[in-house]
């Protein structure tokens, strides 16, 4: 079922695959129906697989861009294989059946698809709306969830058991580094009190005869004339 139109010719890079989920019941719609789907509104994908009974449906070339992912992200890398999981986010697809996927996994492998997820395992629904979508993540290559992909606001394909799709070596997530231990601040130096001045000697007042033409002391009484008294 080849769709008529692809994304156009892939940019160079890391060869890379991102998983999708069309948020379709497995239990009542097949991998055939939703590659229609996809044909009619545009947006083929490279591959649609339906886990529980092993239907895979190729609508375009690997060596073309698909157009699930829209933009140029979906251009990006020798190949970026864009597989739609006839599944939903909210119910992970690696909890059931996988029939069919030793030879999606082997195809992966021949167009040079590293066995590594560098983003980590894709986060469950509603929280992959927030998922972290590194540019140096996806500069690796390899496996990714679309809620992992730069420029693309989706929550699909949920929290997967990536070991179940890439084998039991699979790392579960890359082993940050631990910080350097935060060097505790030295203490402040104590400041010592100023030992007090010795007190000065407190000199007694002299009785100093009064100088001309200085007034006496506010607290002395001055006398005033009889004559400058009004009656």
Not at 165 to 181: C, E, K, L, Q
Request: glycine fraction near 10%; proline fraction near 16%.
């Amino acid at each position: 079922m080849p769709a008529r139109q692809d994304g156009g010719a892939l940019r160079g890079g890391a060869p890379r695959v991102v998983w999708c989920a069309g948020e379709h019941d497995p239990r009542t719609v097949s991998a055939r129906s939703v590659a229609a789907d996809l044909i009619k509104e545009d947006r083929p994908s490279h591959l649609v697989w339906h886990p529980g009974t092993g239907e895979i449906v190729q609508l375009l070339p690997a060596t073309r861009a698909a157009r699930l992912l829209g933009g140029r992200v979906g251009r990006e890398g020798r190949v970026c294989l864009q597989i739609m999981v006839v599944a939903q986010s909210r119910a992970p697809f690696t909890g059931a059946l996988l029939t069919g996927l030793d030879a999606i996994v082997q195809w992966l492998d021949a167009w040079g698809v590293a066995r590594r997820w560098p983003a980590g395992p894709p986060l469950p629904s509603p929280q992959s709306y927030h998922a972290h979508r590194g540019r140096k993540d996806w500069a690796r290559g390899g496996h990714y969830g679309a809620s992992q992909v730069p420029l693309v606001d989706r929550p699909d394909p949920g929290g997967i058991d990536i070991r179940r799709i890439t084998g039991p070596d699979t790392p579960v997530a890359p082993i940050p580094r631990p910080r350097a231990p935060i060097p505790e601040a030295a203490p402040a130096p104590r400041l010592m009190p100023r030992s007090p001045r010795p007190s000065e000697p407190v000199r007694p007042p002299q009785n100093d005869p009064q100088p001309p033409g200085r007034l006496p002391p506010a607290s002395e009484p001055v006398p005033v004339a009889q004559s400058a008294m009004s009656n």
